[in-house]
């Protein structure tokens, strides 16, 4: 059945199969950063954002996305690179795999959570699985990035 | 040091954190054959008859094969230095069937549908034998999984098939009964482990094509490219000249990826066929035809005076190889050898069995066997320290490999000598950073809650003595930057980044002057791959012989350029000076020099092996909270101290140890392969088998006490598997110092725990 929608604002009208999953659609567009982790949406690797909010594109069917707009890390790049910087220091990217679906659900919460605490961080995230870097290094990565963000904030504010 | 010890950023972050598309997957879009395998529903059976009439009539159908099909030659698809210990006990596919999941048929397609419908068509008549599923019965059952007559061992590891089993071995130092006979305290304990499944986020994957020169192309998650060649070469019979295996990023190994396990069914549908073929393994398959830990059944007696002084240890590892004996007789080494090795005792003894059964078949995991081991010792000596109402901390200090032990010569670790060790200051920092006088052994905070420590040693080694190599070349281009070719696999680990930081500093050269190239078999220098926590210490190690090499080149042709001896001459990274006459040359005229003419561009390639495989130490201590009426246990704190000579770079060896510790405490709290009644795996994917989330973990701190290894790049050890070892058997211990329990089953589940309590009258 045709669709329409649009990745990384760009409009794509397209036939697909009733069945085909949005992961499987976004990669046969060239949307390389989702992952496939699991089949059961349980490890976050696939996450994208339809319109503003974050969700498992393994367990979504194409057709869903009917008239919606699809954000990937290819539309992200500026925006994952900034906190992929904090991750990179921290050497918590390790294998890389879990990345792309980590940081869109970073780049999620930075927007819906103000001042999250450390258990707040850890509850938006813990959707997102990770058999490398133990979590640890993942969490100063998030906390240094909000600081930033904060003290950008802060000093938006005075002026 | 500019560059070693710095915890600079890796070689490929920004690739990875803005999801360009560098994996296997990523990186071989296009028209590919779909592959995928009927797989056997019964744990044993003989396929009697095998009708593909009908599904190769479905449209898109290209290739299906039966065992008919394939070579008739045995082979092991464990990932090991020729000639590989591991029994050759497979085929790409046998008219028998060994474990729920083995391969039955290969389809490939041009679409997923079109296999999908085929796979339905295969008709299949099995003969279903009765299943060999409890792995403590497999030697001498009238159930043989391997009767085969062309099974064959390429090394003695006391294999006998007909008996189903896959490897034995015994060793004695000293006298361990007379020892026995005079020691005050005797523990004498059994101790399980179960089989756990990598879970490594990118599964097995594989793409294959034949190239311009009609050579057979991989492209696959491999930790042993070179091994996959040789692996293939033996499987499909073609010869090792007509094999070129490429490895693009990996998302994650962890062991798993030292088997070959995706690369053989798409590699022969492309041989077949001439056209490309890939393989992507689901979830759910890694977990039912992947290549888990062994589980493991370990006996310990251990011996003390009264005092608390070890006089003789003795371990008895049975292990389930389950239907392939994949690193069977090489893992359950490790359980003995390392365990016992970390103390001083007058005698020990070690006895192996590795067994056949109709479960999946097991390979390597992280610790590699010593993580078994260790559960089973280090939870012994707890025993022993609380039979003796000691400190358990304090009995390791009295018992354990320390600094003092520099100079001794291991008898159970193949008789090396002991060159570096710092465990003793880990324990201290260890017990101080978690505060342990003053939590030992619990105290109960109320609401049915209690808080204890528990604590373990562990140590791995470095690479394998005399046997794997590393090999580097380094090049100086033009301009004078260099390229750095290696045959280790990078899987996340960072194990490219490492070396060009040894690179760097051995050169006296800019860190981002280094160009890193991964491995292509038809152009890296040879490698034996990225396990054995080898990299660091044995390719680290290649990398410093080689620059050695090359900066002797380099100072040769600057003095020859500007006219002097190089004797005369002096070479400082960035130029060479001729000390006579104050000339200098830049490293980038050198670079220019050598491209032009009848000059030979600079290249130096040296390997190296070693003699040694210095181990790593680590004491690991943890802070749980035990609910005694639920028996849920949350840990709270994890404290990690580590000994692994010269950190390289202390980010990712501060994430590699937290990283392991996590993946222990889902070995120790909940991860479990689990089989049905008819060996059919019951947990196959994240829905049920649990691995630990950001939630589960608790707080984890690492710390670093250095020593120096002589043997060593920069005086480096490894980290990779050590860090894996401790949880278990520390939190073992700290739900015994909760509630008197000695847990020596894992995992160690709310559940189990609740059970001993109730039968003990303490709920």
Known sequence: MQIKLWINDKEYIDDVLPDTLLLDFLRSKGQLSVKRGCETSNCGLCTVILESKPILSCSFLAVRANGLHVTTMEGLQEEAAEFGNFLADEGAEQCGFCSPGFIMNVLSMVKELNNPTEDEIKKYLEGNLCRCTGYMGQLRAVRKFLLLKNNREVSHEVC | ?763
């Open chain 2, 1 to 763: 040091m500019k560059f070693v010890n710095k915890g600079v950023r890796k070689k490929d972050s920004i690739a990875l954190v803005t999801g360009k598309p560098v994996y296997t997957d990523d990186v071989t879009q296009g028209c590919n054959l779909v592959v995928k395998l009927l797989r056997s529903p019964h744990s044993h059976a003989i396929i009697n008859e095998i009708n593909t009439e009908k599904a190769k009539k479905v449209p898109g159908i290209e290739c299906i094969l039966t065992y008919e099909d394939v070579p008739k030659s045995r082979f092991t698809t464990a990932g090991q230095t020729y000639p590989e210990p591991s029994p050759y006990d497979r085929l790409i596919l046998d008219k028998r069937l060994r474990c729920v999941g083995d391969p039955v048929a290969i389809v490939a397609g041009l679409d997923e549908k079109s296999v999908d419908k085929a796979l339905g068509l295969i008709k299949v008549k099995y003969e279903v034998l009765e299943a060999l599923l409890d792995y403590r019965t497999a030697i001498d059952n009238k159930i043989i999984v391997h009767p085969e007559d062309d099974f064959k061992t390429l090394c003695d590891v006391g294999a006998d098939n007909k008996r189903n089993i896959c490897s034995s071995d015994a060793m004695e130092v000293g006298d361990v009964e007379k020892d026995f006979k005079n020691c005050a305290h005797i523990i004498e304990e059994t101790y399980t482990t179960k089989a756990n499944n990598q879970s490594m986020m990118e599964t097995f994957r594989t793409q294959t094509s034949i190239d311009t020169y009609g050579r057979l192309t991989v492209i696959t998650s491999t930790q042993v490219p070179f091994h996959v060649r040789r692996i293939l070469s033996n499987a499909l019979q073609i010869p090792k000249s007509k094999i070129r295996v490429i490895k693009p990023r990996i998302g994650g190994g962890f062991g798993a990826k030292q088997t070959i396990v995706s690369e053989i069914f798409p590699a022969i549908v492309t041989w077949k066929t001439g056209k490309p073929a890939k393989m992507v393994y689901s979830r759910k398959e890694s977990f039912t035809n992947g290549s888990p830990r062994h589980e493991a059944e370990m006996k310990i007696r251990l011996g003390a005076d009264e005092n608390g002084i070890i006089k003789a240890i003795h371990m008895f590892s049975l292990w389930n190889a389950g239907a392939y004996g994949d690193h069977g007789p090489t893992t359950v080494g490790l359980s003995g050898h390392k365990a016992m090795t970390i103390y001083n005792a007058a005698s020990y003894k070690f006895e192996n069995e590795v067994v056949y059964s109709n479960t999946m078949g097991a390979g390597a995991f992280r610790g590699y066997g010593a993580t078994q081991g260790f559960f089973a010792l280090e939870s012994a000596v707890n025993e022993l320290a609380a039979k003796l109402n000691m400190d358990p901390t304090v009995l390791r200090m009295n018992n354990m490999l320390t600094q003092k032990n520099v100079g001794k010569i291991m008898p159970t670790y193949y008789n090396e000598e002991l060159k570096s060790c710092t465990l003793d200051k880990c324990m201290l920092k260890a017990k101080e950073m978690i505060n342990w006088d003053e939590k030992f052994p619990s105290k109960d905070i109320g609401n049915d809650k209690v808080r204890s420590v528990g604590c373990a040693v562990a140590m791995q080694g470095s690479g394998i003595s005399s046997c794997d190599v590393g090999a580097v070349e380094i090049r100086l281009n033009d301009e004078g930057f260099y390229t750095l070719l290696i045959g280790a696999t990078d899987m996340g680990t960072g194990c490219d980044t490492i070396l060009a930081q040894i690179a760097a500093d051995c050169l006296d050269t800019d860190y981002d002057n280094i160009v890193v190239h991964g491995v292509d078999t038809d152009l890296s220098p040879y490698d034996t791959g990225s396990y054995a926590s080898s990299t660091t210490y044995i390719t680290g190690m290649a990398v410093v012989k080689t620059c050695e090499v090359l900066r002797d080149k380099i100072l040769s042709e600057g003095a020859r350029l500007l006219g002097c001896k190089p004797e005369d001459a002096e070479f400082d990274g960035k130029q060479v000076v001729c000390a006579g006459t104050g000339k200098t040359i830049s490293l980038a005229e050198i670079g220019y020099a050598s491209y032009v003419g009848t000059n030979a561009y600079l290249t130096a390639t040296r390997s190296h092996f070693s003699p040694t495989s210095p181990p790593p130490f680590m004491a690991g201590l943890v802070e749980i909270e035990l609910d005694k009426l639920t028996g849920k246990i949350d840990i709270i704190d994890y404290v990690g101290v580590v000994d692994c000579g010269t950190v390289i770079n202390p980010n990712l060896a501060r994430i590699q140890a937290e990283g392991g510790i996590v993946q222990g405490m889902g070995m120790t709290l909940y991860e479990d392969v689990k089989y049905d009644e008819n060996g059919r795996m019951l947990n196959d994917s994240f829905m049920q088998y649990k691995i630990p989330s950001r939630m589960d973990v608790g707080k984890i701190r690492v710390d670093f006490e250095s020593s120096y290894e002589p043997t060593g790049p920069f005086g480096a050890k490894s980290i990779g598997e050590l860090v894996i070892n401790t949880p278990a058997p520390a939190i073992a211990n700290a739900v015994y110092n909760a509630t008197n329990i000695n847990m020596r089953s894992l995992p160690i589940t709310g559940e189990k725990i609740l059970t001993k309590m109730i039968n003990n009258g303490q709920n």
